[in-house]
């Protein structure tokens, strides 16, 4: 592990309590991995503000007897085959699909393509993902 500094920080009683009943929720197992998490999940969407190259994963469920559909998911990602690092398919029951792309690239395409995908009639849920 890299270097630990140790410093103090100043908190109203009430807020220290909030936080402490969150981390036992999540199954934290002390407030350093806590203030970790939160200080690495800011510095993920700074980057994605500022457009920096970020990775994650869009998952999205679909109805695969829905006519056209995947040609038009196939289609789509070979329009962003520069940002897709890997698909994977999983068929859920007879009907629906499940398709995991992790992704590589600028915020702003990562999200163009994600948003493509949710658009596709036929695609019932679709979320991103980044890290």
């Known amino acids: 592990m890299s270097d630990l ?3 103090g920080v100043s908190i109203e009683k009430h807020l220290l309590d909030q936080f402490d009943l ?6 934290y197992t002390n407030r350093s991995e806590a203030f970790r998490d ?8 700074k ?5 920096q190259e970020t990775a994650g994963a869009i998952t999205f469920v679909f ?5 056209d559909l995947l040609n038009r998911v196939i289609h789509l990602q070979h329009e962003h085959y520069s ?6 398919h999983v068929h859920l029951d ?15 395409h990562v999200q163009r393509l994600a ?7 036929g695609v019932e849920h679709c979320a991103l993902s980044i890290i």
Do not use: P, Y
């Open 22 to 27: 969150l981390i036992r929720k999540k199954n």
């Open 115 to 121: 948003d493509s995908l949710k658009a596709v009639k």
């Open 63 to 67: 109805d695969h007897h829905r006519r």
């Open 5 to 7: 500094v140790r410093f």
């Open 38 to 45: 939160m200080i690495r999940h800011e510095l993920v969407q």
């Open 47 to 51: 980057q994605w503000v500022e457009n």
């Open 94 to 108: 007879h009907d629906r699909c499940l398709e995991i792309v992790a992704v590589r690239g600028a915020a702003r």
């Open 83 to 88: 940002l897709i690092i890997s698909t994977q």
